[in-house]
Each structure stands twice: as C-alpha cells, then as structure tokens.
C-alpha cells in the first residue's frame, strides 16, 4: 500500500515536510492547543456564578505581595492555587481557590506554565 505524501508543516513559514498535520519540532504545539480548550467545559455558567460570589466575598487579592502591600489590590479574578488539571473534585473544592488581581493571577499561571505561551 502506498504511503501518504508528504505535504509542509501546518505551521506559517516552517518547510518541513510530514505525513501528519505538524512536522515533529510543531507537534508540541498541537498538543498545547488541545489542552487549552480540553477543560473549557468546567469554565460555564456554573463557574462564573460561583467565581463572582467569591469575589464579593474576598474582595482583596490574596497573593503574597498584595497581603504585605499597604494598599493591596483588588481582586478580579478566582484563581486555582493547585491546578485542577481536569479533576472536578479539586476543581470545586473551596479551599483550592484564592481572589487575585488579573496581573497578579497572569503572573501566577505563567511561572507554573512556564512562561506565557508556554
């Protein structure tokens, strides 16, 4: 049977050739891709309600700096402290999530990702 031609990477500007959708040095990039929409589902109407009550309840942000800060921040968004990685029971648990600033929570998510973009 013969094999599948080779067509370029799906990437804009790379010219490696593959049988797949990206060549090998882009196929980590599909899987990131993947993985950002894979827990979408858990972030509905649900989420948001409860995320909104949490703020009112916590209205300063929670992270070390802003808790030292004269004036902390205010807080914007409810953030995970240990990531939930798809798991519904930590994902729900009150005592996995903290009121923070967006900057704070950009800053956060990026040192545990490994910088934005990852």
Known sequence: MPSKPKRPC???GCRELTTER???GHKHLA???YASK???YLYGRRWAK???QFIIQHPLCMCDECKQ????LPSE???????HKGDITLFW???NHQALNKQCHDRKTAKEDGGFGR
């Open 69 to 72: 800060a004269v004036i902390p």
């Open 31 to 33: 899987n990131q891709r």
């Open 22 to 24: 990206y060549c090998d």
């Open 38 to 40: 894979e827990y979408q």
């Open 77 to 83: 968004v409810t953030d995970h402290i240990v990531p």
């Open 50 to 52: 409860y995320s909104k």
């Open 93 to 95: 648990d009150p005592r």
């Open 10 to 12: 799906s990437i804009p």
